[in-house]
Nanobody, 115 residues
């Protein structure tokens, strides 16, 4: 069974940084597009950033210039480096793996940014 396990969330002050990690198992990692999504209370889940198997990246306008997504295919891990965090970045962050009809999600990790 495919597993995506997120880590690295927590509480940080505005202006601070966090690095999220998502470790995948039981998938051919390098062919999957990997993404980070987030969901704040009362809001829909939204794409934060994604990265293709060839490492092409895409970012939501709200995080461009502050967040960086990367992947290590040897470790089957995708990262999200979050800098200059704002209170509006507070949400549960989810890891996603997608290829063809296959679509997997992690359990989520909470990120809370205090003002």
């Amino acid at each position: 069974q495919v597993q995506l396990v997120e880590s690295g969330g927590g509480l940080v002050q505005a202006g601070g940084s966090l690095r999220l990690s998502c470790a995948a198992s039981r998938i051919t990692f390098n062919i999957y597009a990997m993404g980070w999504y987030r969901q704040a209370p009362g809001k829909q889940r939204e794409l934060v950033a994604d990265i293709s198997g060839s490492s092409s990246t895409n970012y939501a306008d709200s995080v461009k210039g502050r967040f960086t997504i990367s992947r290590d295919n040897a470790k089957k891990t995708v990262y999200l480096q979050m800098n200059s965090l704002k209170p509006e970045d507070t949400a549960v962050y989810y890891c996603n793996a997608r290829w063809s009809r296959f679509d997997y999600w992690g359990q989520g990790t909470q990120v809370t940014v205090s003002s």
